[in-house]
């Protein structure tokens, strides 16, 4: 691989939600020296989010995004090296590890920290992609603002649709939720507070099949398995809300994942099977995906990497 490494780092940390900082604030603490490269969408996913009540300290809640610029201020007072930039390649064939930005400079890394997240899924309909941005959205927090008063329609039936439907039923007529099966896999607590929500439809059994649509998102065709029907529902915005996929592209080849690109992490720890890379948050965790989840697999992360460079300085 052809490339002049720019600059050589002890720790480099990528991706800027809960896991990334958390692991720069360790890491800085612990004199690391740690440089942070934020990614595309810097403080990760929950700057798409209102309202967070289940991250402890903060008794009366928090915007998502207000949390993650005080994550972020704590990690640059901590003395965290804080960057733009998308880590867009990495060649882990041998120490120091490199890792490519934004597709032109090179950084070289005695210990790399990963907590690139994980995105939205789509449907993988043609007219959803033809109409992503005009009326079709996988974030409703986002976009719900532009279809005040609208019937809208939602895909989806875990934590995050319903959060997004009783969001979306605050702002718009009416919201058409597609359910696959013919229950929900979203908390108890959730699908109560969207059973009783009065302008949320359900819709059981549910798939949609079409986003219809020239210029923008007109219609919608869904088909009931159970009844074995189909059904146009006029709406001007359809939202997706079914899960995410890990960002783990970049580093496939290299260190271990599962079927789903979720990277593998040493029970217990935040280590990959690579000798001083880790991995924290939502790119190897399925199952818990929470902020404060992420944020401590962060903290395990940076005590990992400042365990595996003293051990290094000291052969
Ligand atoms: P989940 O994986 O929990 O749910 C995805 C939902 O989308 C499922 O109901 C699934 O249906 C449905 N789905 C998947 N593919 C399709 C498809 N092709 N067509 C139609 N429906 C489909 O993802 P979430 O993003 O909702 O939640 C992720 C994690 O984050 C969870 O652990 C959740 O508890 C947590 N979370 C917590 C929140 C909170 O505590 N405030 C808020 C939001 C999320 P099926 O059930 O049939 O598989």
Known sequence: MAYEAA????????????????????????????????GIQPGGQ???TTEVENYPGYPTGIQGPDMMIDFEKQAIRMGADIRFGLATKVDFSKRPYRVEIDEEKWIEAESVIICTGASAKWLGLESEQRLNGFGVSACAVCDGFFFKG????????????????????????????????????????????????????VYWNTEPLEVIGGQKVEAVRVHNKQKDKEEIIPISAFFVAIGHQPNSD?????IDMDEQGYIKTISGTAKTNLEGVFAAGDVQDKNYRQAVTAAGSGCMAALDAERYLSALESI
């Open 7 to 38: 600059e050589r780092v002890h720790c480099l940390i990528i991706g800027s939600g809960p896991a990334g900082y958390t692991a720069a604030i360790y890491a800085s603490r612990a004199n690391l020296k740690p440089v942070l490269y934020q």
């Open 46 to 48: 929950l700057t798409i």
């Open 150 to 201: 609208k019937e809208v329609a939602i895909v989806g039936a875990g934590d995050t649709a319903c959060e997004e439907a009783l969001y979306l039923s605050k702002l718009c007529s009416t919201v058409h939720m597609f359910v696959r099966r013919g229950e929900m896999r979203a908390s108890k607590v959730m699908q109560d507070r969207v059973l009783k929500a009065s302008n949320i439809v």
């Open 250 to 254: 970049i580093f496939k080849g290299w």
